[in-house]
């Protein structure tokens, strides 16, 4: 049987056919109407040209030209433009489920695994890539079997404990954690965070001509009982003082001469809120330095009457 389809072939091949249709193998008579060429046998194959990768794509045949890959294993058919796999061609998405992932993937084809909660993967063409990252889920703590290679803001619910988790980079961060605050805040019985704690550092609040801060609705106060709020001009450190340190009274007495228009030997304390009175009534006064001032001729005084000398600072 060998021999006749070999001499068939031979033949068909040297000598110019006299008839379009040609059938080699089993039933040679027997021929379909649309056949050009028909291979018919129950024990014998059709064997194409076999290539590696580098092979085949340095060959450029005519468009629906076959070869049989021995890199892919698969049979790939030439477009016109390029050879294409037909392994994938129509071969549909596989999905998976099993506790370790798959191989020989195609791109899109799922993975479920079921080694922690299910958790689906979709292959990029490279690596599998999870689809529910967020929240995962799992049986304990996170860690690297619950929750395998995290990414900063990765959350996680344990099922046993209902706690969730999120993944900072570095650390799972439960949010069962207790609250803390310091620095000028406090947690009260609500468990909410808000004002009104000690400041155990120097702290800054840094504001500018659009960010200023404000206090609405402050009570009046009494320069009696109340101190009053400064502001250091280099530092801006806030302290307070008695009110009365505020504007300050001096009052010098001192019994004239007769005869006399200066007194020196003063401490004054300012040049412009100085007021001077002679037997109780104000006078003009001439500063002359910081020890000594000269009031006017007209109330030049006699032996015995009283100047006394207000300075308010």
Known sequence: MKNKIFYFFIFFLIIPPTFAQVKIGNNPASIHSSSILELESSDKVLVISKMTTT????????????VFNTEENCVFIYDGTSWRNLCDLGAGINVTTSTTAPTNNKMGDFWIN?????????????????????????????????????????????????????????????????????????????????????LIQPTIIETNNINTITINGLQNGNTTTDDIVTINKTTGVLKKTSASNILRENVIKIIANDGQ?????????????????????????????????????????????????????
């Not at 304390?269 to 109780?280: A, E, F, L, Q």
């Open 114 to 198: 079921k080694s922690y909660d299910s958790s689906a993967y979709i292959w990029d063409g490279t690596s599998w890539d999870s689809m529910d990252n967020n929240p995962r889920r799992g049986n304990g703590i996170p860690n690297n079997t619950t929750a395998p290679n995290p990414i900063a803001g990765d959350v996680y619910v344990d099922n046993n404990s209902g706690m969730i988790y999120a993944y900072d980079g570095s650390t799972w961060i439960t949010s069962n954690s207790p609250l803390s605050a310091n620095n000028g805040l406090l947690i009260n019985s609500s468990n909410t965070i808000q004002l009104g704690g000690v």
């Open 55 to 66: 092979q085949m794509n340095a060959t450029q045949p005519l468009r629906g030209a076959l």
């Open 261 to 313: 228009v200066t007194f020196t030997g003063l401490t004054l304390y300012t040049t412009d809120k100085i007021n001077v009175y002679r037997n109780g009534v104000r006078i003009d006064f001439t500063l002359i330095n910081s020890t000594t001032i000269e009031i006017e001729p007209s109330a030049i005084c006699y032996a015995g009457d009283e100047i006394r000398i207000v300075q308010l600072y």
